[in-house]
């Protein structure tokens, strides 16, 4: 049987996780439980950072951890302990890692509408560089810096007009995108100019970032090409020299057996090779790279357990299979029609016989987990596992029909902890007046 990453394996027909049985934790912390594999995050991690080391050389590259994709302050402490930078796209996950002690100079600050208050605590903090997307934004972080006697780092979020090919609602490269300064008009060039004027920030580099699960490797290379095109150009034409860039993240995973990932390596090598050839040929120096993955880091790393309740055969239509979560921990199936691996965590060794709609238990039609799973014939009580749920899950979880969100406890070398406590029936209220 096909269980997509390394560290899932079978032992008495439970499912394991990290050597931990499956069966085990959910009757330990109770469903829906996310489970994250620590060791899988820190092997992922490295292999990142000695890709980058080995394609790049020692010192002229940072992986930054995308939070959005899982973002507590044990992933924070974690991406700290690995020597990571981060990513950050709110006050809410700047405030986490600033609370899990992230040295701020390690953070890029993103987002397309950064609030006054959020480009005052990125500046007050000394946040690495902030990403600047628009003008109205950078004419606001220049007053402020200023203000406070500071200079600022910033990036400009460039469109590069890539269509990576990916689920419409993630792709962010093209013009026609929320994100960014684009290219093809002279937007990014003027406001290039406009900061030559500004001595609240010191304009170091460009970013981009062209979408989410790409398993592409050109797209990436296309874009590095289009970003030191700019440099160029910027450097000829208005005597800016840049000297970072941030290529950003979306290297896709592996949900189900059809995916087929290349190893990140691969991908950073390429990208690699092409930025020495552009570089060469453009007759710039080396920038600094700078990528973001967020879901390839820790997407794999989880899992989600949950306890199977009402079973509800419609003859000659469906076969409903009813958990004890849904949509308020999971809501990427009802958003983009996810696709995700779904087994019998308690039954592994039972064979696959029957095919079931896998619904939460949420009061929406649309809250289901994933159609047409084959499973053994399923019980109340059984144990239900959904693979691959590291990303994107927990944090883009919910409070739907007021619902507390599960835990999440890590696995590593064996042992577990808590990581995030399940939320009580007085946490759904704590705000009420
Ligand atoms: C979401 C995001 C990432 C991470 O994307 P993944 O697909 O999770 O790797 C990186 N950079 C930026 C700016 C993002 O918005």
């Not at 973002?71 to 405030?95: H, I, K, M, N, T």
């Not at 005597?239 to 057996?257: D, F, P, R, S, V």
Request: proline fraction near 3%; include cysteine; glycine fraction near 10%.
């Amino acid at each position: 049987m096909e269980l997509l990453t390394e560290n899932l394996n079978i032992e008495n027909g439970h499912l394991t996780v990290g050597g931990v049985d499956t069966v085990e934790l959910a009757r330990e912390y109770g469903t829906p439980l996310y489970v994250m594999d620590r060791d899988l995050m820190a092997k992922t991690a490295r292999e990142y950072k000695s890709a980058i080391e080995r394609a790049y050389g020692k010192g002229n590259g940072r992986i930054l951890y995308a939070s959005k994709a899982f973002c507590c302050l044990e992933s924070c402490r974690f991406a700290a302990a690995e020597g990571l930078g981060l990513d950050v796209v709110s006050g809410g996950e700047l405030y986490t890692a600033l609370k899990a002690g992230f040295p701020a100079e390690l953070i890029c600050f993103h987002g397309n509408n950064k609030t006054d208050a959020e480009l005052k605590m990125a500046i007050l903090n000394g946040v690495g560089h902030v990403i600047v997307d628009n003008l109205f934004e950078l004419e606001r972080l220049n007053a402020f810096a200023l203000e406070e006697g500071k200079r600022v780092r910033i990036m400009f979020r460039i469109k590069p007009g890539i269509d990576a090919h990916t689920h419409d609602y993630v792709r962010t490269g093209s013009i026609d995108s929320k994100f960014g300064f684009a290219l093809e008009n002279g937007e990014a060039y003027e406001i290039a100019k406009a900061t030559l004027s500004m001595k609240g920030v010191e304009f170091t580099g460009i970013h981009c970032h062209i979408g989410s699960q790409i398993f592409d490797i050109e797209p990436f290379e296309d874009a590095a090409e289009v970003m030191l095109n700019f440099m160029a150009k910027i450097k000829n034409e208005l005597g800016i020299t840049l000297t970072e860039l941030n290529l950003g993240g979306g290297y896709g995973i592996k949900y189900t057996a059809e995916n087929d990932p290349v190893p990140y390596g691969a991908y950073i090598e390429k990208i690699s090779v092409r930025v020495k050839e552009v570089c060469k040929r453009l007759g710039i120096s080396l920038p600094f790279i700078f990528m973001e993955p967020g879901r390839s880091l820790v997407g794999p790393a989880g899992i989600t357990l949950y306890t199977v309740g009402s079973i509800k055969e419609i003859k000659g239509i469906k076969n409903y299979l009813a958990v004890d979560g849904g949509m308020a921990d999971n809501p990427r199936y009802a958003l983009y029609k996810s696709e995700y691996t779904v087994v019998a965590a308690s039954r592994m060794n039972d064979a696959p016989e029957k095919e079931y709609t896998v619904a939460g238990k949420c009061c929406e039609s649309g809250d289901l987990i994933q159609e047409r799973v084959t499973l053994p014939e399923m019980k109340s009580g059984d144990i239900l596992a959904v693979l691959a749920t590291g990303a994107y899950n927990y944090s883009m979880s919910m409070n739907y029909n007021r619902i507390p969100r599960p835990p999440v406890v890590a696995v590593s070398g064996g042992s577990k902890s808590v990581w995030i406590k399940r939320e009580s029936y007085d946490d759904i209220i704590k705000n009420d007046i």
